[in-house]
């Protein structure tokens, strides 16, 4: 008998496609609305960054396809290669001549004529690589020191590389996901905690190790008592959102896209969003992460076999952490660290990773129980 991976059976979810791709629509909208201004200043085309957007967006939506005609069976035998791409690329930002250097941080490599972002590729290949490690080893996982501290001792290699960029907010996002995989893998519950009390030093190093994140936790704490330096972006987030009211300015009518606002097409964009489509297009677009979160679990739950589970589990967990730190971030409910909102800001790798995670997701759901 073939042990080839059979062919999908079930049809599409078109819930979890039409929610990603809603939020692909209002996100291309977006960014040309929030960066229209900066691209006619800076390019003398207001078209500059919408432009490259659709391009990202059609390479996503391709590489989405394909992703989603793959059986989800054949990605372990892949798993390892695209761990060490990521270790090799986020090892190459730190690199002098080899890293882009922007606003302080080294998380881009110039590769031709395109600037990726390794670390775009490392959460995808974490998730892929834990949960076939995890389903592979799921026995030995009640071993600590056999079984456990090797597999946190592969994750802590990315996450390590990728504090050093610095980039706490993905940071963050990979581990809260590894931990959110690991969970469900089935660690026992001292381990857990032995774990957790263990990594506590490491976290408090990560939030107030250096001057300027010591500056973020106190700007969140009150950021009116800095409003001209780390308390800066949350209040301009917060005026932008409080001037939409319940319908809005209206699109392209944001005063904050106009030079107030910094990174106001891609971290923080989702402040504009509020500014021009009031509270009702913020919740409308919380409403569709919350119908990936709700579609995503759904196919975890109803996987057929424990890697699809946990590869389910990680991608869902790995886009909702990610859009509930952006919008906690904007809304002054968590201290400000630089991470784009899923589908919505402007990017290349994470829009294109994250739409071919979508398609992982996609083809896991058409082999549901």
């Known amino acids: 008998m073939s042990t080839a991976p059979r062919a999908a059976r079930g049809e599409i979810d078109y819930i979890l496609l039409g929610a990603v791709l809603a939020l692909l629509a209002i996100g291309t909208l977006m960014v040309f609305s929030a960066s229209s201004a900066d691209a006619l200043a800076l390019f003398q085309n207001p078209y500059h960054f919408f432009e490259r957007q659709m391009v990202w967006s059609i390479l996503g939506l391709s590489l989405m396809a394909v992703t989603s005609r793959i059986h989800y069976a054949r990605w372990p035998r892949w798993a390892f290669i695209l761990y060490v791409v990521s270790v090799l690329g986020l090892l190459a930002v730190l690199v002098p001549h080899i890293g882009q250097d922007i606003n302080g941080a080294r998380r881009w490599v110039k590769v031709g004529p395109l600037v990726v972002q390794p670390s775009e590729l490392a959460k995808l290949s974490m998730v892929i690589m834990f949960a076939w490690l995890f389903t592979r080893h799921q026995d030995s996982l009640g071993d600590f020191w056999h079984g456990l501290v090797p597999l946190v001792g592969m994750a802590l290699v990315v996450l390590l590389l990728i504090l050093l960029e610095p980039d706490l907010g993905t940071t963050v ?182 739409l071919a995670g979508v398609g992982i997701l996609l083809n896991i759901s058409r082999h549901a129980r």
Not at 179 to 192: N, T, Y
Not at 315 to 323: C, D, G, R
Request: aromatic residues 12%; charged residues 10%.
């Open 173 to 354: 996002v990979v581990g809260g996901t590894f931990v959110v995989m690991l969970f469900a893998a089935g660690i026992k519950k001292r381990h857990f905690l032995a774990l957790g009390l263990v990594s506590l030093p490491a976290m408090a190093w990560a939030l107030f190790g250096k001057a300027y994140r010591r500056q973020r936790m106190l700007a969140f704490l009150d950021p009116w008592k800095h409003p001209l330096s780390s308390g800066f972006h949350t209040i301009q987030a917060l005026l932008a959102l409080g001037s939409g009211g319940l319908f809005g300015v209206g699109l392209g009518h944001a005063v904050q896209a106009f030079g107030y606002l910094p990174e106001d097409y891609t971290d923080f964009i989702f402040a504009i969003l509020g500014e021009e489509l009031g509270l009702v297009g913020a919740l409308l677009v919380m409403v569709l992460f919350a119908i990936v979160a709700w579609r995503g679990f759904r196919a975890a739950m109803r996987a057929p076999d424990t890697f699809s589970a946990l590869l389910a589990l990680g991608l869902t967990s790995m886009i909702t952490i990610q859009a509930a730190i952006n919008i906690g971030v904007v809304t002054a409910t968590l201290p400000v660290t630089g991470i784009t909102l899923p589908f919505i800001s402007y990017g290349g790798s994470s829009l294109v990773l994250s």
